[in-house]
């Protein structure tokens, strides 16, 4: 497919490991928007920014979502009126539904399309999502940057395929004491992240995929963004006894994860496989460190915060698995299914590159998806 400048673009954007983004508020010019909560005191804090006792945590949180309502003022108010009305959008289950793994475009997504943005307003962008995710490497940010990448490397195979093809929308007003969510997403990438009171309220769903799995840049740069969870995962499997890999087979075969798109709050009414309290401690920390790319995704106190939940949810966790535990093939599968956390890692065929396989991967909450906000 021949490059167009727009792809060129973007391609030379996402090489970037990070984005430096602009603290601060928005001015309003001529009528662009701002946000009036972006300066609040993060909770928690006295006016000169001492933490009160107890309150370290909240206070870290807070401060967290108040550089993402920055960094979002500021992406605002690099865009029109017609394009801030594209991406400021009501917080509706149909909206925030809107996602898929699928180059489906708009026709699945809602928000404003990175392809139409200008040089400025995407590095305002990417900052918003850097300021809301993760730190670590293969986690957060830096996964969902080589994620847009691999897209551009399709792209360079077949249509349809690209960084620019992503889709970014606020549903509600970002602010610091509302309720609203970070909806961003494409093929193989969906991000929904939601705040609720200067809290993060919301860490799913959240899928990412991958074709091809690994790739090397023309740069010699090599990639492999869902690694560290393929890895999770695999370690967690081949510690497994025989007969806890009989308790723990599944009896179904996967060739999707379960609850993609479309299948909100459609879990199991039973937990399958193997009980995670039956396990070893050893075992149950290589659970849990199994979770964890998948909770990094969003930024670093959040993320440790769900962690130290599923910890604690651990004993009344299930761990499962169809076809495989090598996850080389069409149709290994693997799960984690506890109270609250709900993972999934499936190895499909390849679409571009047909003699390889790619990776789908869902990863959800049983409670607070989407914040908790609706009841499906």
Request: net charge negative; proline share 3%; with cysteine.
């Amino acid at each position: 497919m021949p490059e167009t400048k727009t792809h060129r673009r973007l391609k030379s954007k996402w090489k970037r490991a990070g984005t430096a983004f602009a603290a601060g508020t928005a001015l309003l010019l001529g009528g662009i928007y701002v946000n009036a909560d972006a300066a609040t005191t993060p909770s928690g804090s006295s006016a000169g920014g001492t933490p009160a006792a107890g309150t370290t945590a909240t206070t870290e949180a807070s401060s967290s979502v108040s550089a993402v309502v920055d960094a979002a003022d500021t992406f605002l108010a690099t865009l029109d009126s017609d394009q801030q009305s594209d991406v400021l959008l009501d917080f509706t289950e149909a909206n925030a539904t809107a996602w898929s793994n699928l180059p489906c475009g708009s026709t699945c997504r809602v928000g404003i399309e990175f392809s139409t943005l200008s040089d400025e307003q995407l590095t305002a962008a990417e900052a918003v999502i850097e300021a809301a995710t993760g730190t670590g490497t293969d986690t957060g940010y830096d996964q969902i940057s080589q994620i847009l990448k691999a897209d551009d490397y399709l792209g360079e195979t077949a249509d349809g395929y690209g960084s620019g093809n992503y889709y970014l929308a606020f549903l509600g007003t970002p602010s610091t004491d509302g309720t609203w969510q970070l909806h961003f997403g494409g093929h193989h990438l969906a991000l929904n992240l939601t705040f609720k009171d200067g809290e993060v309220e919301g860490t799913t769903p959240f899928f990412v995929g991958v074709e091809p799995t690994t790739w090397t840049g023309d740069d010699g740069t090599s990639y492999a963004p869902l690694s560290g969870m393929y890895d999770g995962m695999k370690a967690m499997v081949d510690s497994l006894t025989d007969d806890e890999l009989t308790e723990a087979k599944l009896s179904e075969s996967f060739s999707d994860v379960l609850l993609g798109p479309d299948d909100d709050g459609d879990f199991p009414e039973t937990k399958e496989g193997l009980k995670v309290g039956e396990l070893t401690d050893d075992q149950q920390e290589l659970v849990l460190d199994a979770m964890k790319p998948w909770v990094d995704v969003a930024d670093d106190t959040t993320a440790a915060s769900v962690l130290s939940t599923y910890k604690s949810e651990l004993d009344d966790t299930y761990i499962s698995y169809s076809g495989s535990t090598d996850l080389s093939a069409q149709g290994d599968y693997v799960r984690i299914d506890g109270p609250g956390v709900w993972i999934e890692f499936v190895c499909q065929d390849g679409v571009v590159y047909t003699s390889k396989i790619h990776y789908h991967t869902v990863y959800r909450d049983h409670t607070t998806d989407y914040g908790g906000e609706f009841s499906f």
